[in-house]
């Protein structure tokens, strides 16, 4: 090899990414003001968010909680860069997003890896479009793989992973090229309760060596509390902030945390503010007459009958 | 009706102790001794071979026996005439030109078809201008069969041999065509966005998505377009051809030589297996993420 050759090579390496302690150094500050979005529709418009104001500091772990419809992955992917807001702003740094990009992470719900490329080859993804080297990104991707135990599976592809693994290769995907930001979309609403629990450590074990920010989005109470330093709950649509909660739980968090009196007394309040905006999401109270209704027929045996 | 199934495959599975153990003891040995029999890859390829030597059999009995069950067999030639004559064939270097010939054909005209169809496709699945512009055209283009080009082709080329190519050309175009576009259609939009986040531009997105996302429904066009292609080329060849295997099919009957027909024929099934399995291996070879189909 030549000397120039080795000597860009060296360069290259050395600026394709800083080393994963370096990153606390670096901002990764959410602004969003004001926040309004609403879509065309063929009937018109929809309103799906307004007014929203929230901030993530650098370095926080944030949740937005709110009952389904009422635009959380709406404002996740304006900030994201899918999507223009209609009124105020959304900044990251004191910029406003324009577009998507590497500085910001993304976790959606859905599984979302290649399936045409290996487990290391979905990680090197993002590493391949800032044109790290082959080899570079390659070592680079293996020690991923490695800190997230995901090792023996690089050269699978993701068919053959099962749904947590493949929400946790996702996960490493975002980091490996080193996001400040990490939006997570109810990443592990598709899991179940046991790898739903784990996949919540390893993230916060990831966050807390990385401290990057992080907005996640989720509609389970115990999740958000157990994550976050603060939640924010949302009303129904057009959805807005109605509540900003801190949780002064101490960290790191054991699994055990969820049985402290700390914990469920957040619970409570939580579960009574978004009690309230699902029942106006859903419509509204089932009515008491229909339920005496209800009540009569099968009084009257009517159901027993025909069964 | 499920249920009456199931009781039936139960029945026999639930029997009283000791004739069970007896049961169970008994077919063990002979079954092993036979085993590679139960081998899927083995066990086709013997029901195959089985079922193509009963083909063989019944035009064999067909054509000594000369039937005339409406259907007539008479003049048709028997396997072993056929065999002589693709020994004869086989000696000259005729038979072996037209072979090459239509080989030549197919592979200019399908080669040209996915060279142009593949990322016509794929351009328009991404660009919506191009797409309204192109799809009408393609819409009114699409129904007319390939052979119902041949009066068309003959004056729009100045050679026979291109006009010939050209009719494989639209047989495969199609096809590859709306399967590409299919193909796009149905990318997953998480993905492209997944992407995006990453930090893909528009041509890396174009290339490390859309693309090998669409393959698998490129290779289907591909797969399709091949066989519409020997249809439209063996059919161009028998009107207007001056050489090829189909034109030496048509010939042989000209000619009264019936058992060069046959011949003809298995030449060009031979032919169209062979291009399709090539199709196939390049699709498991370009694709080896997906599950072998
Ligand atoms: N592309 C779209 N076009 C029109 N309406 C949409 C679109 N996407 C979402 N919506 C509507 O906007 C509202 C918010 O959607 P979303 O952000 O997905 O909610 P959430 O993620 O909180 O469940 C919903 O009522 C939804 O029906
Ligand atoms: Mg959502």
Known sequence: ?307 | MSNVMASNVLAPAAPLPQAGAARTAEPQAPSRSVRWLHDLPVRSALVGAASIALFVLAWHVATTWKLDLYVRFMNVPTPADVLASAEAAWGSPTFGSHLLMSCRRIAYGFALAALVAIPLGLLMGRFRLLREMVFPVSEVLRPIPAIAWVPMSIMLWPTNEQSIVFITFLGSFFPILLNTLHGMATVDPVLVRAARCLGAREAAVFREVYLPATLPQIFTGLTVGMGVAWVSLIAAEMISGQFGIGYFTWEAYSLVQYPDIALGMIAIGVLGLASSWTIRLLGRLVMPWSPAR
Not at chain 1, 57 to 73: A, L, N
Not at chain 1, 102 to 111: E, H, K, L, S, T
Not at chain 1, 136 to 152: D, F, N, P, V, W
């Open chain 1, 1 to 307: 090899m030549s000397v120039t050759s080795l000597k860009a090579r060296v360069a290259r390496a050395g600026q394709a990414q800083p080393p994963l302690d370096a990153r606390s150094e670096r901002q990764g500050r959410i602004e969003i003001e004001d926040f309004g979005l609403r879509y065309k529709t063929p009937t018109g418009f929809t309103e799906a968010v307004t007014g929203v104001s929230l901030t993530v500091e650098p370095g926080e772990f944030v949740s937005i909680i709110g009952p389904s419809g009422c635009g959380k992955s709406t404002m996740l992917n304006a900030l994201a860069g899918f999507l223009k807001p209609t009124s105020g702003s959304v900044r990251v740094d004191g910029k406003p997003v324009d577009g998507p990009g590497a500085d910001r992470g993304m976790i959606f719900q859905q599984y979302s890896l290649f399936p045409w490329k290996t487990v290391r080859q979905n990680v090197e993804f993002g590493l391949k479009m800032k044109g790290v080297e082959a080899a570079e990104r390659q070592r680079q991707a293996r020690t991923l793989l490695g800190l997230a135990g995901l090792s023996q599976f690089e050269d699978h592809y993701p068919e053959a992973l099962s749904g947590g693994m493949k929400q946790r290769v996702g996960i490493v995907r975002a980091l490996a090229t080193g996001p400040r930001i990490l939006l997570l979309d109810e990443p592990f609403g598709a899991l179940d309760a046991q790898t739903r629990l784990i996949m919540q450590q390893i993230l916060t074990n990831m966050w807390q060596r990385l401290k990057i920010s992080v907005l996640f989005v989720t509609h389970d109470i115990d999740e958000a509390i157990f994550l976050s330093d603060r939640v924010y709950v949302m009303t129904a649509r057009p959805g807005s902030i109605k509540a900003e909660i801190a949780v002064p739980l101490a960290r790191p968090r054991e699994p055990a945390v969820i049985m402290s009196s700390e914990f469920l007394a957040l619970r409570r309040g939580l579960m009574s503010l978004i009690r309230e905006e699902s029942l106006k999401a859903m419509g509204g109270e089932i009515n008491a007459d229909a339920l005496k209704g209800l009540a009569t027929n099968f009084d009257n045996n009517d159901l027993a009958r025909s069964l």
